[in-house]
T-cell receptor, first 114, second 114 residues
């Protein structure tokens, strides 16, 4: 079955540091890949996505590139802010699925200190 | 307008009670879900409905019974609540089809069983 493996947390960084959160996946088909962010006390919201190989998703200074050859979708940001403190989830959807079920990683908690 | 709304946001109840959580989406989506997030932030799908039809029922005790009166609503009823049911429950929705579109999450219902 499908699976998503994320870098274990928690991750603690100082403001303006470089962020990488690793994500690798296993899927039978050609999935779409997503990063969701969950701020404290809130639901998950989409951060960025990529629907085919070599696509780069970007939003709010975050980027991730769909790498089919390494089955990876690592999340990066050049300079984090305190407001980026949240839990980050990598997820995949199989293509052509009518069930619409997403497979989520276990989440990585990021804390950014001033 | 809130896209996916859940009520209540907080629910504290005693063991053995029966409780319901309501969810409504105004996005016109065909698919709705219930997820459970435990204290470690792990997110697990419980149920998925397509147009009021149950599609996914993961290994969930039969004390949990989803009800979908129409495609815009998916409620979760829990009988004989146990301490281990304490968690945050998220409702989500997405369009039916290719899997390239993200899920939209509600704000969550924090259930505490005492």
């Amino acid at each position: 079955g499908d699976s998503v493996t994320q870098m274990e947390g928690p991750v603690t960084l100082s403001e303006e540091a470089f962020l990488t959160i690793n994500c690798t996946y296993t899927a039978t088909g050609y999935p779409s890949l997503f990063w969701y962010v969950q701020y404290p006390g809130e639901g998950l919201q989409l951060l960025l996505k990529a629907t085919k190989a070599d696509d780069k998703g970007s939003n709010k200074g975050f980027e991730a590139t769909y790498r089919k050859e390494t089955t990876s979708f690592h999340l990066e940001k050049g300079s984090v802010q305190v407001s980026d403190s949240a839990v980050y989830f990598c997820a995949l959807n199989e293509r052509d699925t009518n069930a619409g079920k997403s497979t989520f990683g276990d989440g990585t908690t990021l804390t950014v200190k001033p | 307008d809130t896209a996916v709304s859940q009520t209540p946001k907080y629910l504290v109840t005693q063991m053995g009670n029966d409780k319901s959580i309501k969810c409504e989406q105004n996005l016109g989506h065909d698919t709705m879900y219930w997820y459970k997030q435990d204290s470690k932030k792990f997110l697990k799908i419980m149920f998925s409905y397509n147009n009021k039809e149950l599609i996914i029922n993961e290994t969930v005790p039969n004390r949990f019974s989803p009800k979908s009166p129409d495609k815009a609503h998916l409620n979760l009823h829990i009988n004989s609540l146990e301490l281990g049911d304490s968690a945050v429950y998220f409702c989500a929705s997405s369009p039916l089809g290719t899997g390239t579109t993200e899920a939209f999450f509600g704000q969550g219902t924090r259930l505490t069983v005492v």
